[in-house]
Every structure is written in C-alpha cells, then in structure tokens.
C-alpha cells in the first residue's frame, strides 16, 4: 500500500511540477484565449488533442540533456555536505531565486549568501530524490531541470523533514540562471 500511495504520489508531483513549470512568467501569446493543442515530444502521449486550458509558457516539451539534471544534482549534493562554494560557477552571476517563502533573490552572490545563511542553520541535511528530470521546451528553446525530493534537517532543536519541488532554468551557456522552490510538509502516516 505504501509503495503504490508513494508511487501515485511521485506522479501527482511530477504534473504539478509541470503544470508550476507553465506559470513562469513570460512575454504574453498573441492568442491567450483559444484552445492549446499539446504536442508533446519523445513519447510523452500527446496526440494534438485540445485542452481545456492554453499554457501561459508552453506546452511543448521534450526530453532534456541529462547534463543537466547532473548539474542541478551536484548542487543538492552540495547543499546536503554543506560544501557550497564548491561548484559555484554552474550558476549564471544574473540567476534568480524565488524561494518557497516568496523572497526573489538576484544575482550570484547574493544567491549564495542566502543558501549559506539557511544552511548554516543546520548541523546536518540529507536529501532524498524521488524525481528529476530533465526537459526542454521545444518552442521556446529554453532547458530546464525539475526535481522531486525530501529533506530531512537537523539542528538543535531536532529534526525536520520537507517535501521539495524545484524547477532549475539552463541558459545557452550552460549555466543556471533561475531557481524556483516549492516546499510542502510531508503527509501524517
């Protein structure tokens, strides 16, 4: 039963994640108000049916590089062994964080000051991964990684475990130049 609830819950996650994907702030379509028509790339099911809703991002998304989904690993890697400044050059010195609490913080530094300042709260951190994935999306030529994960953070007050979702932009270079999180408590068993 739990490995089934977990299973159905990995997958609500994973159409959240995208649907979040899709509210991303952008330039506005010439036509907002028709019907969109997904065509999915790489065997994800699409057929060109109509939708009720027209993506405010897009709808038309492939598989990614795996590269990609290394990058943004690496980071969790480093965040858990608190070791942050190590693979700080994968970051773009123009990304942008949005925080699960809404602050939107800009620039490189100003990025790593806010991860070490939460981090050091923490005498430990271990992250568990549920999904990653690694998607670009094909009209708009922009790559993205998405993750599903837990945290499970310890200070001296005790241990605390959280639910993550975070959605990592990939610009041309090649580097991370936007970071969304969204953070909810894990469901009472």
Do not use: C
Not at 89 to 116: H, L, P, Y
Not at 124 to 133: A, G, L, N, R
Request: charged share 20%; hydrophobic share 35%.
């Amino acid at each position: 039963m739990r490995t089934t609830t977990h299973a159905l819950f990995t997958i609500l996650f994973l159409f959240m994640g995208l649907s979040l994907l899709a509210q991303q702030p952008t330039k506005p379509k010439k036509d907002t108000t028709s019907t969109d028509t997904t065509t999915m790339q790489g065997g994800g099911g699409g057929t060109g049916a109509a939708m009720p809703y027209t993506a405010g991002y897009s709808s038309q998304f492939a598989i990614g590089n795996p590269e990609h989904a290394r990058m943004v690993l690496t980071l969790w890697k480093d965040w858990d062994e608190n070791m942050l400044d190590r693979n700080m050059a994968m970051m773009a010195d123009t990304i942008t964080m949005e925080t699960a609490d809404g602050q939107v913080i800009r620039g490189r530094d100003s990025v790593m000051n806010a991860f070490k300042q939460v981090r050091g709260q923490y005498t430990t951190v271990k992250s568990t991964v549920d999904v990653y994935m690694p998607v670009r999306s094909t009209d708009r030529n922009e790559d993205w990684v998405l993750i599903w994960g837990r945290e499970e953070d310890t200070n001296a007050s005790g241990t605390t475990t959280k639910i993550i979702h975070e959605i990592w932009r990939i610009n041309r270079d090649g580097k991370i130049d936007y970071m969304s999180q969204y953070i909810a408590k894990p469901p009472v068993r």
